[in-house]
């Protein structure tokens, strides 16, 4: 089993469109949690760090739920120019190694 | 958030020749680390490039095959030693400035082909 997993996708959805990712993680001790964005043939950039009590950047929503080990990302009002590859990253407490999911590839339809 | 950059881009190889990749970055930084991404994959850190000692590497990575320099807190190297066609590889190198976050920040990445 991977540390961390996403379902591949891809997720093709319309203009406008809220669409959700999960991810999730089965080291326990993770302890911080990221979603960066990678456009094709680029470079992952980070999108939203993920607190345990949950934040919102426009219209990104990230969760976490420690419960049941996994973090979400909500996406609403989706652009065209959210299509890319969403990867969930979750890091060790107390250490910076990354450890990143598949990706999830959105394509938002016009 | 820091300005990085990566020489080369691209290259296409030889097997058996090695690349040594670059990495700069505008502004002092405590962490350096190097990824690997093959093709459709996501990213896996090779060694986290540690000013003033040796890198620390992941399981599955070894000096012999990827040695990295890190001689002071704004550069560091990757070489891709002895290569074959599996390390065709987009490798990517990521920083942290040190800050209370965990928060990396990505490179542009050398896109190695190996033939």
Do not use: H
């Amino acid at each position: 089993r991977k540390e961390v997993e996403q379902d591949p996708g891809p997720f093709n959805v319309p203009e406008g469109a809220t669409v959700a990712f999960n991810c999730t993680y089965s080291n326990s001790a993770s302890q911080s949690f990221f979603w960066y964005r990678q456009d094709c043939r680029k470079e992952p950039k980070l999108l939203m760090s993920v607190y345990s009590s949950g934040n919102e950047d426009g219209r990104f929503t990230a969760q976490l739920n420690r419960a049941s080990q996994y973090i979400s990302l909500l996406i609403r009002d989706s652009k065209l120019s959210d299509s890319a590859t969403y990867l969930c990253v979750a890091s060790t407490s107390g250490t910076y190694k990354y450890i990143f999911g598949t990706g999830t590839r959105l394509k938002v339809l016009a | 958030s820091a300005v990085i950059s990566q020489k080369p881009s691209r290259d296409i190889c030889q097997r058996g020749t090695s690349l040594t990749i670059q990495c700069q970055v505008d502004s002092q930084v405590t962490m350096m680390f190097w990824y690997r991404q093959q093709p459709g994959q996501s990213l896996t850190l090779i060694a986290t490039a540690n000013q003033g000692s040796e890198a620390t590497y992941e399981s599955g990575f070894v000096i012999d095959k990827f040695p990295i320099s890190r001689p002071n807190l704004t550069f560091s190297t990757l070489t891709v030693s002895n290569m074959s066609p599996e390390d065709s590889s987009i490798y990517l190198c990521s920083v942290n400035s040190g800050s209370s976050s965990y928060e990396q920040y990505f490179g542009p990445g050398t896109r190695l082909t190996v033939t």
